[in-house]
């Protein structure tokens, strides 16, 4: 379990409590009169799935990004509660089959669910991703318009919940609820977890929580947004984010968004060309921008193509992912100018603007081949009576060959060594 | 059908079905929204972002192939955030895609090219992203270059929604997403082979191998993408049967043959099969066995389609047929159904020409071919002279006809200019066969055959059944090269001719004025040169095979009563009538003449074929419409989920029961036909082997944008 965040006044325990479930009846159930994790009305589902037959209530542990530990949370602080209102919810549409969608790692099940096993992503925050990847296992979003309703899991009336919206059922059938939303933030100290009323901003968030004027902030992860004003976001039921996350000046805003729209890559289902493509474009720019090959343009470049992604792609996580990238340009542009005009990474992250440039003094090698033979990374050119030389793309700079070397002709380069660019004799430099 | 609904788009107020796409609905009224991944046979998926639009009132964009038209929608299609998006999608997937475009075979035919011009080039400075994947061509029939797939997926919902066979599908390698085969190969991965996959493809990521597509090039696409029909001179409609042979329906099989040919069973035995010479099974293994089913279709006639055959009323017209050959009994079939009356003037004693007089009887069952003759005659007003040779063909205008068919065939076998070709003992194959019909022919013990023709083959064969003991067979070309079909060549083999191929016979030798034997030796490359055979013989190889008869096989030319001259048709050389038209029109007008006789020996089905062009192109002559086509057989529902079979591709060409050896030649008066074909369990294996090209046609063809334009703004 994570820490629990020490907010002081900020907290409200109200969905995640020790205290015992209260006593739900289904009709308690059909007042769910708010969006559920898919962002769909959950009312109107319970109400069509409480009219027909065969309804399905499928209870969604698996949309959140892989590492989140928000679903993982839930089950573990308030089990009990998740069960009580799935199993109101389930007796106030007459559910005849209960499915888990669920992580390896979590084992909560309410009694007669059948549970299955998935990898998280939250591309399956889309109903119609979710009902495919149950049906053929295949990750997929899937059509889902005014035109195409969905026809619910294998065309059946079903109503979906995540841990969020089951926590939030028991909430409401109790006495003083107000409406609060569970938040994971991230720290340079670790995670925790807290319960905030709805319209709470970010920044009190983060103060509360001691993260004070932070270098930057995102709100949710690969499909959330950086943003510059924490103060004025607030937090809503609906929001697409689990968590917020604080960066300090150990961490650099070009490696977290490489790693976010690599992160991006590797959960888009790859269906449609805009997010397909759009994330590995994304990723490959930001990739470039650490490794120092960054061009001004290529800011340009997120600019023009990420609004466009993110109006156009066909699902909710390609218009988001997009929509991240856009954000770190706009909160992080002078860092990300920094690695791509000064070749430079203030954090000290990307170890491309990092790396130790070894050089052979001509002056002191003798060409014994100590240096040769040490090298793992065969870096090291030269032959008998000519003066050696370290291959600059092949070397990673471990330093080994400079303890090798008996002359003490290996040396780092400040730029006032000069090297022969060919193989050249001992003494003819 | 829903309800009737009414949006506008683009400012143009439209009508459409409710359970429409606004894509759909835009496109039937000449408004064209860039698509790519959609596909009017597939279920859309909205993946490639390029059918977006606006709708007002709705936050975002739309994807229009996903979404269905409603009462009072308002759509923008050249919105502006819509139509950057298209650009984006667009430049997106040529990342992945090869930038030079004329070296692709699909070059000016291309989709994703087509589209990327219409919404135009941005110039957008993007890293190229290429499919690091090496051409597939190891599979049958398709080849993948998957390097240009953009991944619309339109082969994927074809192989799995629309067919149900799902032999290639996404997956994901090496982190990217591709379209791969669902298996280590197509035949492993149970690919049908329909080449659905091959039509829907917008790029040139899925084709068929250059030689498939080279012979279809030039074709319609009925043509091109149904080669059995399209080889069958009569374009009898395979599929068709052979679907209707698997659905267990033989007679409605029976009826779809004979709405093209008037004599199905008899083809069942012998035709030439030039729709398995073009089926595309050759390229999995062997061809469809496809003249088996039709004999065994044939077998199952119920005669239910004499029902729907059409007959016109009586024209008052009156055609003269010479020769009963099948074009002359064709003709007679058709132009009496046509409401003409006609007479047929036979020289020989019965009707039936090469198929009585040129094919045995051990070959062609009598009674097959007289049951289809007397179907021809029945009911129809048609007058058979037989032993009446005509001298004159354009005499018979003046003796009351208003025309004349003239099908007189290729009945005098050719003696070729060689040393000892009047020797006793000598015969020619026409005669030959003609006496082995009436019982006349007799050969010595040692027989030897030249040429290696199908006719030839025939020859060996009847020589054999009239008690030779062996029968040799000396022809120019090689042995993979023989006119003879692969399955004849088979036949001769199997009762035991010695063939001798890439021989001439430079002479006959006799001894005291009968055959001896035939000096037959080796020879290099041969040509034709002016009509002539020019080859090189090779010094040393001579050798003589002894023989007390010879009969010649190298061909037939027509049989121009008595005097050629006196005929009255403009003839050319070596006697054969001239054409002068494409149906069949000679120098004479009213006088067609059609079959072996114009075109040289060719076959039954193509002597069919062309009469019935000709008597088509007569009764326009005589007023009528000219139309003899006819639908006898049930409307047919062509399925096009045809679901998984194990191990398809490997299915082999099904053989038909023939009657052993020893005993098909020794008792061959006797024990029937010597090819029993197929029966019920041996037709259903065969049947199920057909790819079923047909299903292709029924794709809707891929439509450019500048299809569109026509009835729009």
Not at chain 1, 234 to 261: H, N, P, W
Request: glycine content about 10%; proline content about 4%; aromatic content about 6%.
């Amino acid at each position: 379990m994570m820490k629990t965040a020490d907010l002081r006044d900020l907290a409200a325990w109200i969905m995640l409590t020790d205290a015992p479930a209260p006593d739900l009846s289904p009709e308690s159930a059909k007042k769910a009169d708010f969006l559920n994790r898919h962002g769909q009305n959950l009312k109107k589902q319970i109400e069509d799935a409480a009219s027909r037959e065969e309804a399905v209530l499928i209870i969604d542990l698996v949309s959140e990004e892989p590492g989140s530990g928000f679903n993982a949370e839930l089950t573990e602080r308030a089990g009990e509660r998740m069960k009580a209102a799935a199993a109101a919810l389930a007796g106030a549409i007459g559910a005849e089959k209960i499915i888990v969608a669920a992580p390896e790692d979590i084992s909560w099940a309410p009694e007669g669910a059948e549970i299955v096993r998935l990898e998280c992503s939250p591309v399956l925050r889309e109903d119609s991703a979710l009902f495919h990847i149950l049906e053929t296992g295949e990750l997929r979003s899937c059509p889902l318009d005014r035109a195409f309703p969905s026809q619910g899991y294998k065309g059946l009336p079903t109503v979906t919940v995540g841990a969020e919206d089951l926590l939030r059922l028991c909430a409401m059938a109790e006495p003083g609820y107000t409406e609060t939303k569970i938040v994971i933030i991230r720290t340079g100290d670790g995670a925790s977890v807290a319960e905030v009323p709805t319209g709470t901003t970010v920044g009190e968030l983060l103060k509360a929580a001691g993260a004070d004027a932070p270098k930057g902030v995102l709100a949710g992860g690969v499909t959330g947004t950086f943003t510059r004003n924490p103060e004025s976001c607030a937090i809503g039921t609906g929001s697409m984010f689990d968590s917020v996350r604080a960066f300090g000046e150990k961490d650099c805003m070009a490696d977290q968004t490489a790693r976010l729209m690599k992160q991006a890559l590797d959960l888009s289902c790859r269906k449609c060309v805009l997010c397909r493509e759009g994330s590995w474009h994304m990723a490959e720019i930001f990739k470039g921008i650490t490794e120092g090959k960054g061009k001004k343009e290529d800011l340009d470049m997120v600019m023009d193509i990420g609004p466009l992604i993110t109006a156009g792609a066909f699902c909710s996580f390609g218009q988001n992912m997009a929509a991240c990238a856009v954000s770190s340009v706009e909160c992080n542009r002078e860092e990300l100018l920094t690695h791509i005009v000064k070749k430079k990474c203030p954090a000290g992250v990307c170890s491309a603007f990092s790396k130790k440039t070894y050089v052979i003094d001509p002056a002191k090698c003798t060409a014994c081949g100590d240096c040769i033979d040490e090298c793992d990374e065969m870096a090291i050119e030269g032959k008998r009576k000519f003066i050696h030389m370290i291959d600059q793309d092949m070397c990673t700079s471990c330093g080994k060959c400079v303890s090798a070397c008996d002359e003490e002709a290996i040396v780092v380069n400040n730029g006032s060594v000069k090297v022969p660019k060919k193989l050249t004799k001992v003494g003819k430099f | 059908m829903g309800e009737k609904v009414t949006l506008t788009i683009d400012g143009r107020v439209i009508t459409a079905d409710s359970e429409q796409t606004i894509l759909q609905a835009a496109l039937d009224h000449g408004i064209y929204i860039p698509h790519l991944c959609s596909h009017d046979n597939l279920h859309p998926t909205g993946s490639c972002r390029m059918c977006v639009v606006r709708q007002e009132g709705v936050e975002g964009l739309v994807t229009s192939c996903i979404t269905k038209c409603e009462d009072g929608m308002v759509i923008d299609t050249h919105d502006e955030t819509a139509e950057n998006v298209r650009k984006l999608s667009c430049d997106f997937m040529f990342k992945t895609h090869p930038a030079e475009c004329t070296g692709c075979p699909k070059y000016g035919k291309c989709q994703l090219a087509s589209i990327s011009q219409y919404v135009g080039d941005t110039g957008r400075k993007l890293k190229a992203n290429p499919i690091n994947v090496k051409a597939d061509t190891e599979n049958p029939i398709i080849l993948h270059e998957m390097y240009r797939c953009i991944l619309c997926g339109r082969c994927v919902r074809a192989c799995e929604e629309l067919r149900g066979v799902g032999a290639i599908k996404f997956d994901k390698v090496d982190g990217r997403l591709r379209v791969v085969v669902n298996g280590d190969s197509l035949i492993h991965a149970n690919c049908r082979f329909c080449t659905a996959c091959v039509e829907v493809c917008p790029t040139g990521s899925i084709r068929e191998h250059k030689e498939i597509m080279d012979r279809i090039e030039g074709r319609t696409r009925e043509d091109g993408y149904v080669p059995c029909r399209f080889g069958c001179p009569a374009h009898i409609d395979v599929p068709r049967y052979i679907r209707f042979i698997k659905q267990g329906n033989y007679a409605q099989a029976n009826a779809t043959v004979r709405e093209k040919v008037p004599f199905p069973h008899s083809l069942g035995y012998i035709c030439v099969h030039d729709c398995e010479s073009e089926c595309k099974h050759a390229y999995l293994n062997e061809p469809v066995s496809i003249r088996n089913l039709k004999r065994f279709a044939a077998e199952h006639d119920d005669g239910e389609w004499k029902k729907r055959a059409f007959h016109k009323p009586a024209t008052g017209k009156k055609i003269a047929v010479i020769g009963g050959g099948p074009a002359g009994l064709t003709a007679a079939y058709y132009g009496a159904k046509l409401g003409h009356s006609v007479t047929v003037f036979e020289a020989r004693e019965k009707l039936g020409g090469q198929l009585r007089y040129g094919i045995p009887s051990y070959r062609l069952p009598r009674e097959t071919l007289d049951r289809e003759i007397a179907d021809i005659l029945e009911g129809n007003d048609i007058t058979v002279k037989t032993g009446s040779e005509v001298a004159n063909a354009p005499s018979l205008l003046k003796e009351g006809f208003d025309a004349v068919f003239v099908s007189v065939g290729t009945h005098d076998g050719v003696r070729l200019p060689i040393p000892g070709n009047d020797l006793d003992g000598v015969q020619v194959n026409t005669d030959f066969l003609r006496r082995f019909e009436t019982g006349e022919a007799s050969v010595g013990k040692h027989v030897v055959i030249l040429g290696g023709g199908n006719v030839a083959v025939d020859c060996a064969g009847a020589a054999f059944r009239l008690g030779a003991e062996t029968v040799d067979m000396a022809c120019l070309e090689a042995y993979d090269a023989m006119t003879a079909t692969d399955e004849e060549r088979a036949w001769a083999e199997e009762e035991g001719v010695v063939l001798h191929n890439s021989r001439t016979f430079p002479e006959i030798q006799g001894e005291n004025g009968h055959v001896s034997g035939v000096v037959i030796q080796k020879v290099g490359n041969f040509r034709k040169e002016n009509g002539r055979m020019v080859f090189d013989k090779l010094e040393g190889t001579e050798e003589v095979l002894p023989a007390d008869t010879v009969i010649f096989a190298v061909g037939q030319r027509p049989t121009i009563p008595m005097d050629p001259e006196a005929f009255g048709l403009e003839l050319t050389h070596g006697n054969y009538i001239a054409s002068k038209g494409d149906h069949g029109e000679t120098s004479v007008e009213g006088v067609w003449a059609v079959g072996d006789a114009v075109t040289g020996t060719r076959s039954v089905i193509s002597a069919i074929a062309f009469a019935r062009e000709a008597i088509s192109a007569i009764d326009v002559y005589l007023g009528g419409d000219g139309c003899i086509e006819e639908h006898l057989a049930d409307e047919q529902v062509r399925d096009p989920h045809i679901g998984v079979i194990e191990n398809f591709g490997e299915l082999k060409r099904t053989a038909p029961r023939v009657v052993p050896v020893p005993e098909r030649v020794r008792d061959w008066q006797t024990c029937g036909p010597m090819d029993l074909g197929f029966d019920d369990t041996l037709a259903s294996c065969e049947a199920a082997r057909c790819l079923q090209c047909d299903l292709r046609c029924d794709l809707k063809p891929q439509k450019f944008w500048n299809d569109y334009t026509e009835g729009g703004v």
